[in-house]
C-alpha cells in the first residue's frame, strides 16, 4: 500500500513515461483504478465547495473507460503542443496582415476616392470581409492539414486512442489524445475566425496601420501573457480571447457560470470564438459610414 500511494502521488504530480509503465510489476497496479477514483473524488471536494459544480465533473469521470489502454503517447502529446503553438502564432500573423484592411485605405488617402465610387462602400467592404474569412480558413486548413500530415509520418496514430489519464490521472474528461487533436484543429480555425473579427474591427476604427497593429497587439499577445497578474473572474474572461485559450484545458476542472448554466471552459472557449464573427457587420458598418475628409 505504500507503494502504491507513493506511485499515485507520483502519477498525479509528474507525467508517468509509458516506459516507466512496462518496468512495473502488473501485480503491484491491481488497486490502481479504485486508488486513482478515490484521488478523484479527494481532489473534486477539495476544489469545489458548490456540489453542482462538483457533479459536472463526476459526470464526466462516470465515461471514463477502465480498464485504460496503455501505449506509447509522447509523440501524440508533443504533436498537440506543436498544434498548439502553430495556432498562436498563425492568429498573430493574421493580425498582423489583417491589419491594414480598412485603416490602410484611410492611410494612404485611398478612401476618399473609393467612397466616390458607385461600389466603393457597401460592396468593397463586403469583398474585403468576406476575403479576410477566406484567407484565415484556407491557411489554418493549410497548416492543419501540414501538422496532421507531419504528426503521422512522425509518430504514426500509435497512440491516438490513449485516455488523457494516463498523461494526467485526476483529468476527469472521458477523450483520448485522438479527440484532443480534433479538438485543438477545431479550436484553432475557431480561434483563426475569432482574430479575424476582432482584426477587422480595430481597422475600421483606426486611421492608420500603427494603432490597429497595437491594438491587436496589445488585445491578441499582451493581454494574455500579463493576465496571469489580473483576478481569476479577469483572467477567465481574457481566456476567451482568440490567442489566450489552451487545449490543456481539456486536461483541467475549470468552469464558467453563465446564466444559471455551467458550462465546462473548453467548451466554453471553443463556442465563443465564432461569436466574434459577430464584429464583422460592426467593422462594415463603421467603414462605410466613416466621413471623408
Known amino acids: 500500500m505504500l507503494f502504491l500511494s507513493s506511485l499515485l502521488l507520483h502519477l498525479i504530480s509528474h507525467k508517468l513515461p509509458y516506459a516507466s509503465w512496462g518496468e512495473l510489476e502488473p501485480e503491484r497496479l491491481l488497486t490502481y483504478y479504485q486508488d486513482r477514483a478515490r484521488a478523484v473524488d479527494r481532489w473534486l471536494t477539495s476544489q469545489f465547495d458548490d456540489p453542482a459544480d462538483r457533479a459536472v465533473f463526476e459526470d464526466q469521470e462516470a465515461g471514463v473507460q477502465t480498464p485504460f489502454l496503455y501505449d506509447w503517447y509522447s509523440g501524440q ?3 498537440l503542443q506543436v498544434v498548439q503553438d502553430t495556432f ?3 492568429c498573430v500573423l493574421l493580425g498582423i496582415a489583417l491589419a491594414p484592411l480598412f485603416s490602410g485605405e484611410v492611410q494612404t488617402a485611398v478612401l476618399p476616392v ?3 465610387t458607385r461600389r466603393g462602400r457597401g460592396r468593397v467592404a463586403a469583398a474585403k ?6 484567407v484565415a480558413v484556407a491557411v489554418w486548413a493549410l ?3 501540414v501538422l496532421v500530415v507531419g504528426r503521422r509520418l512522425a509518430f504514426g496514430n500509435r497512440g491516438l486512442d490513449c485516455p488523457i489519464q494516463l498523461l494526467k490521472p485526476l483529468a476527469t474528461a472521458p477523450l483520448t489524445f485522438g479527440d484532443c487533436e480534433v479538438y485543438a484543429l477545431v479550436y484553432g480555425l475557431a480561434c483563426c475566425l475569432g482574430t479575424v473579427g476582432i482584426t477587422a474591427a480595430l481597422s475600421a476604427l483606426a486611421s492608420a496601420n500603427f494603432p490597429a497593429v497595437v491594438g491587436m497587439f496589445g488585445l491578441l499577445v499582451l493581454l494574455p501573457m500579463c493576465s496571469g497578474l489580473l ?3 479577469v483572467r477567465q474572461l481574457v ?3 482568440p490567442t489566450a485559450g489552451d487545449y490543456y484545458d481539456l486536461f483541467r476542472q ?3 457560470h453563465l446564466a444559471g448554466l455551467r458550462i465546462w471552459s473548453p467548451v466554453m472557449q471553443l463556442a465563443v470564438q465564432p461569436l466574434y464573427l459577430v464584429l464583422l457587420p460592426l467593422a462594415w458598418r463603421w467603414y462605410v459610414r466613416r466621413q471623408v475628409r
Not at 129 to 134: E, M
Open 254 to 256: 475549470n468552469l464558467y
Open 129 to 134: 470581409l468576406a476575403a479576410a474569412v477566406t
Open 77 to 79: 502529446f508533443s504533436a
Open 143 to 145: 497548416i492543419g492539414g
Open 114 to 116: 473609393s467612397h466616390c
Open 239 to 241: 481566456a476567451l480571447l
Open 88 to 90: 498562436l502564432g498563425v
Open 231 to 233: 483576478p481569476w473572474p
